[in-house]
């Protein structure tokens, strides 16, 4: 072979060389080349989510009701477990229930605890399981003391709630989901958007040691924490509206309760409570149903609170005074087949429209209405806000819609002057009487006053405008009219057992709601309900408690008067109320 | 020549050399953070633990303060520390 030859087939093979060459890095760098990018910035930059902090919740005074804590999830690595299952149990569960007696409250339950647990520890083919959360910085220094090999702590940020379960069904709870903490019922499940924040990533290019190369890139998204909320509870009258209402709840054999205190002027909840109640710590330890606001979200007839809301629209209407007297209230009144009495079938003939709120009696109050006029009456039900949401800044308040006017049957007409056969959520009822206490108009009930986003800027927010339902004049006339009911109603009424009270001119209605069930009304059980405002001359808050079929007595009066009443002592000690008489 | 690229390259390696020494204390000052974060937020915990009113409670109880159930008001017309000598 030629030289010339040889040097061909050289060149052609050092070409084809070549050009393997081209289309090799041809396909790492086109082909595979954002694969590889990807591969290589993996090993080169560190990336690190940065997940906000979830907004507080704080009180009128600023304390934190809601916050935020480090706490440790408790895991165990189960291939580096040494001693047996069972030993290993019995050494970190009695700490964790040190720590939170919530978790096991009886032999039968720890027992199963203590099973579930070994359970975990012995599931085949598993590297890591997960055995508890929300593990306390103490009770994870307890654990760690005892040496169990195989299993570890991570560190997690859980929400704090200082006060405990105070205010629970207003605060909701906080749990994990997918797109991480998720705020469920209450202010948590209302304002989840302003709360949860936004979350931020650090992307940093780091060396073989995983340490950051100053002169490399850096890329932060800032994240932005999530915003607090400031509201108008004040945790001391929240502690001691609590504490009455589960001492009333204990003493009447109630099987449960709620109260409220709002500002009747700027419609601000001072105090809400409810019992039965939860722990937001321990959420999933408590059935579903407990985590509703009854306040908002249990609809009930009201009996005869209602009365004065019918009083006022007639007042209000001109078609009655509070001299007036009623001509029908010698006996029972019969409408069609029904017959209506008084709550103690005693009849008080000429009674003046003061006398039939005094001695609420329901005949008197059908006489109202049909001096009133259904249509009129209707109107009014609506200008009182009992046919709208209140408008407040929680999850889950429910409402019941009235019936179209002409489907009413004259029955209806007449029961629902004193509170039966219309269903109401205790807020409502609480803003309607608040029209009287403030001169006749109708608030926004709110929890919320400000907002204060992560930068520290505060948000007012502002008062919604109100509607006047009544004239002032009758507004001033119904409260004197209430203060007459909470002065010489029958003497069960128990404003006379607080001495201090003497001094204070109260307004007051009391009711006893019979509880509809399947068309009928359920033999022997009730709902006492007591709603009112003082000073009632200068109205500084107005109060409702409600207690939940109390067995030891039925009425009202006798059961949530008691706890209204103590509520109202200690609301005009703390806020430094100057006697009227 | 020889002699700048000599001194550029050693330049570049004393300047690496103290890059990796600075990330060396980067990383130590970010670790004191996080320790100084998880303490200030632990120390935020106790604080707030220590003002709720079931703690102020429970201390002033072991204070011997008590509530008040009876209390009495003065009347306006009365002059409180006033004419008190004859």
């Known amino acids: 072979m030629k030289i010339e030859s040889k040097i061909r087939i050289i060149l052609v093979g050092f070409g084809l060389v070549v050009i393997l060459i081209l289309l090799r890095t041809a396909y790492w760098q086109v082909l595979s080349g954002e694969k590889l990018a990807i591969e290589a910035d993996d090993q080169h930059f560190y990336s690190l989510d940065l997940p906000p902090i979830r907004g507080q919740i704080k009180t009128n005074d600023g304390f934190a009701l809601v916050s935020n804590k480090e706490t440790y999830i408790l895991y165990a690595n189960l291939a580096e477990l040494k001693d047996p299952p069972k030993d290993i149990v019995s050494k970190f569960n009695p700490i964790l229930m040190e720590f939170n007696p919530l978790l096991a409250t009886n032999a039968a339950e720890i027992k199963d605890l203590d099973n579930s647990m070994i359970k975990k520890l012995t599931i085949p083919n598993t590297m890591w399981v997960r055995l508890a959360s929300g593990i306390t910085k103490i009770a994870k220094d307890k654990i760690e003391s005892q040496k169990i090999s195989g299993l570890g702590f991570l560190v997690q940020t859980s929400r704090d709630y200082p006060e405990a379960s105070s205010a629970a069904h207003l605060l909701g709870f906080v749990s994990e989901g997918k797109k991480g903490q998720e705020g469920n019922f209450g202010l948590e499940g209302f304002y989840q958007e302003e709360l949860k924040g936004r979350p931020g990533k650090l992307l940093e290019e780091k060396d073989a040691f995983q340490r950051p190369i100053l002169v490399g890139s850096l890329t932060k998204i800032e994240k932005i924490d999530g915003s607090e909320l400031i509201l108008s509870l004040d945790r001391s009258v929240q502690r001691f509206v609590e504490k009455h209402l589960q001492e009333g709840i204990a003493t009447w054999g109630a099987s449960g309760g709620s109260a409220i205190v709002m500002d009747p002027f700027t419609g601000n909840i001072i105090a809400s409570a409810s019992f039965p109640s939860f722990d937001p710590r321990n959420y999933s330890l408590f059935p579903q149903n407990s985590f509703k606001d009854p306040v908002v979200s249990e609809l009930y007839e009201p009996g005869s609170i209602m009365k004065p809301i019918i009083m006022a629209a007639a007042i209000n209407e001109g078609k009655l005074t509070p001299e007036s007297t009623c001509p029908v209230c010698t006996g029972p009144r019969v409408i069609g087949e029904y017959a209506i009495h008084t709550f103690n079938n005693q009849y008080h003939p000429n009674s003046t429209m003061i006398d039939v709120l005094v001695n609420s009696d329901n005949t008197g109050m059908v006489y109202v209405g049909e001096t009133l006029g259904f249509n009129k009456l209707y109107d009014y039900l609506q200008k009182f806000g009992f046919t709208q949401k209140t408008g407040i800044d929680l999850q889950g308040e429910q409402i019941s819609n009235l019936r179209p006017a002409n489907q009413w049957y004259p029955i209806d007409k007449a029961t629902v002057t004193f509170g039966q056969g219309i269903a109401v959520n205790q807020l409502q009822m609480v803003r309607a009487i608040s029209v009287i206490a403030n001169g006749g108009k109708l608030v926004t009930p709110r929890l919320v006053t400000t907002i204060v986003d992560s930068l520290g800027q505060n948000k007012e927010l502002k008062i919604k405008p109100s509607k006047e339902v009544i004239s002032p004049l009758t507004a001033k006339v119904l409260a004197e009219m209430m203060v007459r009911v909470a002065d010489e109603s029958p003497e069960h009424f128990p404003k006379d057992a607080i001495p201090s009270l003497k001094k204070f001119k109260i307004a007051a209605k009391s009711g006893t709601a019979q509880i509809p069930i399947a068309g009928h009304y359920e033999q022997g059980k009730t709902i006492g309900s007591v709603v009112g405002f003082a000073p009632a001359q200068k109205p500084r808050f107005v109060v409702m408690v409600k207690l939940d079929s109390p067995t030891v007595r039925q009425w009202g009066s006798d059961t949530a008067g008691p706890v209204f009443f103590r509520i109202v002592a200690d609301l005009l000690n703390y806020y430094n109320v100057t006697p009227t008489n | ?86």
């Open chain 2, 1 to 86: 020549m020889v002699l700048v690229t000599g001194l550029l390259i050693s330049g570049r390696l004393f300047l690496a050399n103290g890059l990796v020494d600075k990330s060396d204390q980067l990383v130590k000052l970010e670790k004191n953070i996080s320790v100084l974060e998880e303490q200030n937020q632990n120390l935020s915990t106790e604080i707030r633990d220590s003002s709720s009113l079931d703690s102020i409670n429970s201390k002033a109880m072991a204070m011997g303060f008590t509530k008040l159930d009876k209390y009495s008001y003065l009347p306006e017309t009365v002059d409180v520390a006033f004419n008190l000598r004859p």
